[in-house]
């Protein structure tokens, strides 16, 4: 009996245990890398904190888009994320601010941000046979090409941003992935 006694855990040696593991688990969460992309503001938003500040989270900018490319970001601000739709710079989100959160700009010079294309999750870049991003972009801005590969790449100088490549990304997430917040191997930057 004495020999089993010596090896039962005591209640104390439990809770210290179970503490241990907590606490390592916490301190993984609180110090792992985190992946973090800036917003993509509509056409004409005011320069960082500006537009935050004059934003009135209204709402008539989502409502407006015809193309419902503009959604809310965790604070109710609006957003270009390329999930429910594109840009086509129709400028109707300008039009409609009552804040002046979004200024009028030439919709022929407007940019937005720039396409990256992850290479670990773009099924053209692992395997052949896709090539829905380019096909699409050709159709409108003609910044996407493709290398001898027949992989796709963006020129940064002809990209507005508009996240037409995003909408038609059939490449979803998956868990621990650094932009799983828009899920895609193609998203705005």
Not at 42 to 71: H, M, V, Y
Not at 96 to 113: F, H
Not at 167 to 180: D, E, L, T, Y
Request: glycine share 8%.
């Amino acid at each position: 009996m004495a020999e089993k006694a010596s090896q039962d855990i005591t209640r104390r040696d439990f809770l210290r245990v179970i503490g241990g593991v907590s606490s390592a688990g916490l301190l993984y969460l609180l110090l792992r890398p985190k992946w973090e992309f800036s917003s993509v503001r509509p056409p004409g938003a005011l320069p960082g904190g500006d537009f935050e500040s004059f934003c009135i989270r209204c709402g008539k900018c989502l409502t407006a888009c015809d193309q419902n490319a503009i959604s809310l970001d965790d604070e109710g601000l609006p957003e270009i994320n390329g999930l429910s739709g594109w840009c086509d710079f129709s400028m109707n989100c300008i039009e409609v601010c009552p804040s002046g959160a979004l200024q009028p700009i030439d919709p022929e010079t407007a940019v937005i941000g720039t396409a990256i294309i992850d290479e670990e999750r773009c099924i053209a870049w692992n395997w052949p046979g896709c090539r829905l991003c380019y096909d699409r972009c050709l159709d409108l801005q003609q910044a996407i090409s493709l290398d001898e590969e027949y992989r796709p790449y963006v020129d940064e100088t002809l990209c507005t941003g508009c996240a037409a490549c995003v909408v038609i990304c059939p490449q979803s997430s998956h868990a621990g992935h650094r932009n799983k917040k828009y899920g895609k191997a193609i998203f705005i930057g």
